[in-house]
């Protein structure tokens, strides 16, 4: 359990700052780029065991893109849906 941690955090401090900025290009902001990053090294021990062993730091750049995507998608499924309710109570 210990090995886990000490590889876990040695991955993070390998592989974060990269993360954070391809995270940061895709939603545009430092803090959901935080975000998506901590959600990912969360994940990771779950995720590893999908890892096939071919290029570990372009594994985890594509599951952070993925993540950082699905982060948009989300806001702006919420951002159409607020705006099809102010529509709908604006309507006569």
């Known amino acids: ?4 941690r000490e ?4 991955i993070y401090r390998r592989y974060s700052a990269a993360l954070l ?3 940061a290009r895709v ?7 935080e975000d998506v990053v901590q959600d ?3 994940a990771l021990p ?3 065991t999908q890892y096939r062993g071919d290029g570990l730091g372009g594994w985890m750049r594509r599951a952070v893109v993925t993540r950082a995507l699905m982060l948009l998608r989300r806001a702006r499924t919420r951002r159409e849906q607020g705006e099809a ?3 709908y109570a604006a309507a006569p």
Request: contains cysteine.
């Open 7 to 10: 590889a876990l955090a040695l």
């Open 85 to 87: 309710a102010l529509a």
């Open 40 to 42: 990912h090294f969360c």
């Open 27 to 33: 939603v545009r902001s430092r803090h959901d780029a």
């Open 46 to 48: 779950r995720l590893l």
């Open 21 to 23: 900025g391809a995270a």
């Open 1 to 4: 359990r210990d090995a886990e």
